[in-house]
């Protein structure tokens, strides 16, 4: 081959490699093209830069940090109970029933758990669902007794456990809400730290944990917007933390904790006109409800002291000042036979110190009297006439001390647990009727009793009887006092056929005016 021929060659195949390279060219640029082209066709913002995820980034907080720590100590607690016709909520004597919500306003402080609201008098079963927490590794907690009084079974749950312990309720204290319940664990469980209410201040920050609407470990946060609230229908010992941490129905019994993760105060009301949270919860201070727990879990029960002397409520100034004092707690009776007048209290004195420690008002005096253990021996100084008497009086039970006065427990009389002998027990409290109440219900001559109480599974409640009930006459002999009912109950034995004759409220329309229908309840007393 000559050199012509190579070079032709050469050049050939240089152009071929140049004319492929070429086409290949054409060909991407074809593609990518047709590609960016349809990409563009296919996108709804063709303009728009697609977002990027980036890696999950843990950001630690203060609140953050407490329910990690505090959930496992905050259990939900479920419970199934069948109403009965004794539980339903009716109108007293004189309650108005509202026109609309608006006239209810804030006026409604209610406890509150799932399921809560007026109750059908229908019998069946129903479920509820509230909080607690874990106080102590072999599985006692605290919670509301409202959420468990009612309760024929009652289960708990742990936050991230499928487990369903079934509890028993250990004791409870009706005039703070308090109860403890406890559940069986192979293994110790978290128990929550308690922290000193004492220190608790409006304006501190505050977490609440529980399970609103059944929603199990829900965390809210807020402050405290008052401390020692007395809110209408609380109990004697009852004074509240309020808050604005959002809390609903499920919430009750659950913890409320300061920022360190104590807990402070024990969820127990709201105050609302929907039923729901509108931005004003209470809780029970932690110290009460330690206090409570201690009794219980060493007797049962709770045991106050007293030293028998029954007071007002003067939030003026004036009563004092016309008494040429600042303060103290003026005396309107005194309990025949209990400590005080054993000591030499009298009507009108003025107690003014304990121990040497001033008294404020009368719930500073309750509050400093039923701590002390009974039987106790206290320095009080009294102003009587504007001279400082020393006096010294020995602390009594409460119970025992105003075993006989209507005027213990909002004027209620209640039967005691366990009847003595074969006395009858028909399972009511009752009070009596006020002067405007009588007039209302045009009785005329007759008085009568107002029902307060219905036991479950007395023998009231078995014939009929309902709260607010007017009994006028038992096995007609005609009833004007408490004193009345507790006399002809005490002629009755088991086996005694026993005939109520009462007033009962029937519904009305608004504007009208109440209708009271007279009827005879009858029934045999059980064998005890």
Known sequence: MNFLEKMRQQKLLSFTLLLFTLSIGILIGTLVNTGVRAAREQAVAPDATPLIIPPATLLPSEFTELA?????????????????????????????????EDEQGMDMFRRFFGGGGEMPQ?????????????????????????VVSQADHIKVKMAGDKTEYKAKVIGFDRETDV???????????????????????????????????????????????????????????????????????????????????EVIGMNTAIATSTGAYQGIGFALPGNTAVKVYNQ?????????????????????????????????????????????????????DVIISMNGKPVKDGDDLVG???????????????????????????????????????RIRGGEFEEPAR???????????????????????????????????????????EIGLAPNDVV???????????????????ALKPGDAVAFRVMRQLSRGTGRAAVWQGLFVAGTLPAQ
């Open 419 to 461: 009847a003595e002998g074969t006395q009858a027990k028909f399972g009511i409290s009752i009070r009596n009727l006020t002067d405007a109440e009588h007039e209302q219900m045009k009785l005329g001559e007759r008085r009568g009793v107002l029902l307060t109480r219905i036991e479950e599974g007395s023998f009231a409640e």
């Open 179 to 261: 109860a403890v319940i406890k559940i069986d664990s192979p293994s110790p469980l978290p128990a929550a730290k308690i922290g000193n209410s004492d220190g608790v201040q409006v304006g501190d920050w505050v977490v609440a944990i529980g399970s609103p609407f059944g929603l199990e470990a829900t965390v809210t946060a807020g402050i405290v917007s008052a401390t020692g609230r007395d809110i209408a229908g609380a109990q004697q010992f009852q004074r509240f933390i309020q808050t604005d941490a959002a809390i609903n129905p499920g919430n009750s019994g659950g913890p409320l904790l300061n920022r360190k993760g």
């Open 296 to 348: 219980i879990i060493r007797t049962g029960h709770v045991t106050r002291g007293s030293i028998g002397v029954s007071f007002g409520k003067y939030d003026k100034p004036d009563v004092y000042k016309a008494l040429g004092l600042q303060g103290g707690v003026l005396v309107e009776s005194v309990e025949p036979g209990g400590p005080s007048e054993k000591a030499g209290i009298k009507v009108e």
């Open 68 to 100: 990690k720590k505090l959930e496992p100590s905050v259990v939900n607690i479920s419970t199934d109970y069948t109403p009965r016709q004794a539980r339903t909520r009716r109108p007293g004597p004189l309650q108005q029933q509202p026109q609309d």
């Open 122 to 146: 229908r019998m069946f079963r129903r479920e509820a669902t509230g909080s607690g927490f874990i106080v102590d590794r072999a599985g006692y907690i605290i919670t509301n007794n409202h």
């Open 368 to 406: 400093k009297v039923s701590e002390m253990p009974v039987g106790s021996e206290v320095g009080v100084t009294v102003d009587r006439g504007g001279k400082k008497v020393d006096l010294k009086v020995t602390i009594a039970d409460r119970t025992k001390v105003f075993a006989n006065n209507p």
């Open 472 to 490: 006028v006459s038992i096995n007609r002999q005609a009833v004007a006092s408490v004193d009345d009912v507790k006399r002809l109950q005490a």
